[in-house]
């Protein structure tokens, strides 16, 4: 990749609900770097973008922050995504939902030779891009790196982290992800409402999608992890707790897939929990989740969702998102327990023998957490390309960043990686 373009990280869709905090982050990212780190943002609106960095530069005080380069650019222009991949080294993409408007990105920065990282949570995004674009990008040298935000960085990074925290053969983890509200509630901006409305509603074509690629079943290594697909009480949380209804489950795959077939890493099992709670807790989200699952089946329903995500959600989605009170009170946590066998003990043969209980805790998760995971993933490319992947390609958090330290990077960012419990050596 060319070196000389003049700017090594470029917000796209930076003057969006996200993006506006990906930008803060960047420029706050930036300015305590110890080596030069040059930057820009890019979207449709110069007004709005020129708005975004007069926001950020007030919010951390540095007026500089308002003179960075505006790129207009439209993800209906080729020619303009082209324009701008061809200046910056990595695209930070916040434009979602990425079903519609990823694609266009990854196409252009494939073809002109520029790393892309994105935010998605969204499966058939994911993986049709892996699906589509994986062998180009290597030739190009391009990585291409989905799902950098919450939830999928503390998922998959911490089936890693608990892994290499644990003397012996981690085989199967259990996370369980806590949301906890500050005291002036919490919201979430309706755009992750409107990807969870068309992914649901989709099911049948990514089952299609990942019949494509063909996949033998990976081997289960220990004893066979048992999956829970309804409500239930976790002893371990003392609460309720469902299926986590994100992308969590299948990037941990995918990672778990890329270790095994390219570094002969024995494959760890996983299961995707979220604790919600009490019973009053579970009732509301019981009623909440089969009106949810009913609307998402028509065009009708569909569209009443989209329209009214506040009414339909009870209040947790909504057109305007969070406000600063309720990001600044709010925090998330994800405790993952793990099982698997000693280091001279043959997992083939009888239960496993070890236990281990990581954490990975930090700020409010939609936009603070995201933003944080987002441009520490960005970073690293940067500036720990030996410890990639040895070819560009599309690939999860865990395939691209397994050997890097953006585990580190992101504690001393405030999300944090910690042991509660391990066996003793």
């Known amino acids: 990749m060319a070196s000389s373009r003049p700017y090594q990280l470029i917000v796209f869709g930076a003057s969006g609900f996200t993006g506006?905090?990906?930008?803060?982050?960047?420029?706050?990212?930036a300015a305590e770097a110890e080596e030069p780190l040059t930057w820009a943002v890019a979207g449709r609106n110069r007004d709005r973008l020129e708005q975004t960095l007069e926001r950020a530069a007030g919010v951390l005080g540095t007026p500089e922050v308002k003179s960075k380069e505006c790129i207009i650019c439209d993800i209906n222009d080729p020619s303009s995504l082209a324009s701008m991949c061809q200046q910056g080294m990595v695209i930070l993409n916040c434009v979602g939902p990425y079903r519609f408007f990823g694609e266009p990105v990854v196409k252009a920065c494939v073809e002109n030779g520029t790393h892309c990282i994105d935010i998605s949570g969204e499966p058939q995004f994911l993986e049709g891009m892996q699906l589509k674009y994986d062998e180009e990008a290597a030739v190009k040298g391009v990585y291409v790196v989905g799902s950098c935000g919450f939830d999928s960085i503390p998922a998959d990074l911490g089936v890693l982290y608990t892994r290499n925290q644990l003397k012996g053969i981690l085989t199967?983890?259990?996370?369980?992800?806590?949301?906890?509200?500050?005291?002036?509630?919490?919201?979430?901006?309706?755009?992750?409402?409107?990807?969870?409305?068309?992914?649901?509603s989709d099911q049948d074509n990514l089952r299609k999608l990942r019949r494509q690629f063909g996949f033998k079943p990976l081997p289960i290594i220990g004893t066979k992890l048992r999956r829970r697909n309804g409500v239930f009480h976790s002893d371990k949380m003392n609460q309720y707790a469902i299926p986590f209804p994100g992308s969590d489950a299948s990037v941990v795959k995918r990672t778990q897939r890329y270790l095994y077939e390219n570094l002969q890493e024995s494959p760890v099992q996983y299961g995707a929990y979220t604790a919600v709670g009490g019973i009053g807790s579970v009732i509301m989200l019981m009623l909440v989740g089969f009106f949810f699952w009913c609307f998402t089946k028509c065009r009708l329903g569909r569209k009443l969702l989209i329209?009214?995500?506040?009414?339909?959600?009870?209040?947790?989605?909504?057109?305007?998102?969070?406000?600063?009170?309720?990001?600044?009170?709010?925090?998330?946590?994800?405790?993952?327990?793990?099982?698997?066998y000693k280091e001279d003990q043959d997992p083939q043969k009888g239960k496993p023998s070890v236990k281990i209980c990581t954490r990975v805790r930090g700020p409010e998760p939609g936009y603070v957490a995201t933003s944080i995971a987002m441009v520490q993933a960005a970073v690293t490319i940067l500036w720990e390309k030996k410890s990639l992947p040895n070819r560009g390609g599309v690939y999860t958090p865990g395939a691209a960043f397994s050997k890097t330290t953006l585990t580190e990077r992101l504690n001393k960012r405030g999300i944090e990686f910690m042991v509660i419990s391990k066996p003793e050596a």
Not at 20 to 29: P, Q, T
Not at 179 to 199: K, N
């Open 20 to 29: 506006k905090y990906v930008v803060e982050e960047v420029a706050r990212v």
């Open 307 to 340: 329209k009214y995500p506040e009414f339909f959600s009870c209040g947790y989605f909504t057109k305007q998102g969070p406000t600063e009170q309720q990001m600044e009170g709010s925090s998330f946590s994800f405790t993952f327990f793990g099982e698997g």
């Open 172 to 200: 199967a983890v259990d996370s369980f992800m806590i949301f906890e509200p500050g005291p002036e509630g919490a919201s979430f901006h309706d755009g992750t409402w409107q990807s969870a409305i068309y992914g649901i």
